[in-house]
């Protein structure tokens, strides 16, 4: 059974707890809770557990003393573990009335095949169920989920290395992480590249990130540990003065929250130079001012179109980073990526340089978005399609490359548009250009004219009919 089929599995788990009206927001947090428990058997990772609520000991009740023994443990494990398991669990509580649709979830996945599972990842299991619940819309997960095709070309492209602090400050389910840890992975060989003190900083201190919601921290928290990663995830708000210690990053991968704070009111973080209540442009600050400035530090985010032009502090924040950082690219997203619909989003990438004045000396746009294919569920985003950007993207000689999609624009050339950075798309087929259409005046008069020829012939036919008709036979 590949991970696919058990995650279609799991996931047609949901119709069991219809009827007690349970979200599949609510049943993905539910099967976390019990997920654990049979991946840390199966892991050999029950040390942290006490046996009287390891996996053995839940699957074999039923009914109403399974309810209550599942209720119990779920209290005992958020209150009286340590570490990870006391993260996951901390209050948690079940939604779940029915004995029988709790026993139906716990021996479904108890007879799955999981010597397959354990040899394509658990981690991939996991993280395939929670893209299923993205992909579900009424779920309401997905509203601005990050595509795992989106995430590996900008991780591709900020290639993360062994040693380097990497941090997701709106981290969701700590997909960016994943990936980055993935690609460290692959990129080395942990048995010769890696001494023993960089491979415990890979574990434990390399990839770390902040979450403001407390069911999607707890989903975060499980994605990294069956990724063996023990990072640090915070359960807190970047935009508030816990952020202030988020810093001194290599690497900053990210998708933030789009919209503005509750009752239009501004961050709460002091720190900010130019504070708004536009929370994107306030994660674009805490962002560029997260990295090091050793000329190295970099990071790929992604933000809504209304970043690259806003006014205001908007324009502030955006000359800001562009004498902070060598904002070097902005790849223009194809819409219809993300499950809200019509959002026009963008990748920025950027370098924090040592300096902090005059850094950006011409940025790069690649339009990914005009005349593109018509993306969703039915047609989703693939590697392939993002084949041209990176392309562009790493050639030695950037002004070398021919692609109508790669245009650049001076510091100058910005500038002089009022620093608007909502440039480099190119001409859309499917919008008429008002040049291309006739002048409505001359049309007008043309139409007159031929109308005029047609009732002149039309005359002379009804006169040659009158002619007729008076012939004598």
């Not at 658990?122 to 779920?139: D, Q, V």
């Not at 007159?448 to 002149?456: C, R």
């Amino acid at each position: 059974m590949t991970t696919q089929e058990i995650v279609s599995k799991l996931w047609n788990l949901c119709n069991v707890l219809r009827d007690d009206g349970i979200t599949y927001h609510q049943y993905v947090t539910e099967l976390t809770y019990i997920l654990f428990l049979k991946m840390a058997k199966e892991t050999g990772a029950e040390s942290q557990i006490p046996e009287k609520y390891r996996w053995n000991k839940l699957s074999v009740k039923r009914g109403i003393e399974l309810k209550k023994f599942y209720k119990e443990l779920l209290t005992e494990l958020g209150e009286n573990c340590k570490g990870r398991v006391r993260e996951i669990y901390q209050g948690a509580a079940t939604n779940i009335d029915e004995p029988k649709n709790l026993e139906k979830i716990i021996t479904t996945i108890d007879g799955l095949d999981w010597y397959s599972a354990r040899e394509e990842g658990l981690g991939n299991l996991y993280e395939g169920l929670l893209e299923k619940n993205a992909s579900e819309k009424k779920s309401g997960a997905g509203q601005y989920f990050t595509p795992r095709v989106l995430i590996d070309v900008m991780t591709k492209l900020m290639k993360p290395q062994p040693g380097e602090r990497c941090n997701d400050p709106a981290c969701g389910t700590f997909g960016f992480m994943i990936a980055a840890h993935q690609y460290v992975s692959e990129h080395t060989d942990e048995f010769f590249d890696l001494d023993a003190d960089t491979a415990k900083f890979e574990r434990e201190e390399a990839f770390t990130g902040c979450e403001l919601v407390h069911d999607t921290h707890r989903l975060a928290l499980m994605n990294a540990m069956l990724h063996d990663i023990d990072g640090q995830i915070t359960l807190g708000d970047t935009l508030s003065n816990i952020g202030k210690t988020m810093n001194g990053y290599d690497l900053v991968l990210t998708n933030p929250p789009f919209g503005t704070k509750k009752g239009g009111e501004r961050a709460t973080r002091d720190d900010f130079t130019y504070p708004t209540s536009n929370k994107q442009l306030n994660f674009l600050q805490h962002i560029y001012r997260s990295l090091k400035t050793d000329g190295k530090a970099r990071a790929a985010v992604v933000l809504p179109d209304n970043v690259l032009f806003v006014d205001g502090d908007g324009e502030k924040i955006r000359v800001d980073l562009m004498d902070k950082c060598n904002l070097h690219t902005i790849l223009r997203l194809p819409t219809g990526i993300f499950y809200a619909q019509g959002v026009k989003t963008n990748v920025l990438f950027f370098t924090r340089e040592k300096t902090d004045k005059g850094n950006t000396k011409e940025v790069w746009f690649y339009d990914l978005r005009t005349n593109m294919p018509s993306f969703g569920k039915t047609n989703p985003l693939k590697t392939e399609h993002f084949e041209g950007f990176e392309a562009a993207y790493e050639a030695n000689d950037r002004h070398a490359i021919e692609d109508e999609r790669w245009n650049v624009f001076t510091r100058k050339q910005i500038s002089e548009k009022g620093n608007s950075l909502d440039l480099g798309l190119i001409h859309d087929d499917s919008i008429v250009d008002y040049e291309d259409l006739p002048d409505p005046i001359e049309s007008g008069e043309e139409a007159i004219a031929q109308l005029e020829e047609a009732v002149d012939l039309l005359m002379s036919v009804v006169n040659e009919l009158k002619d007729f008709s008076n012939l004598e036979v």
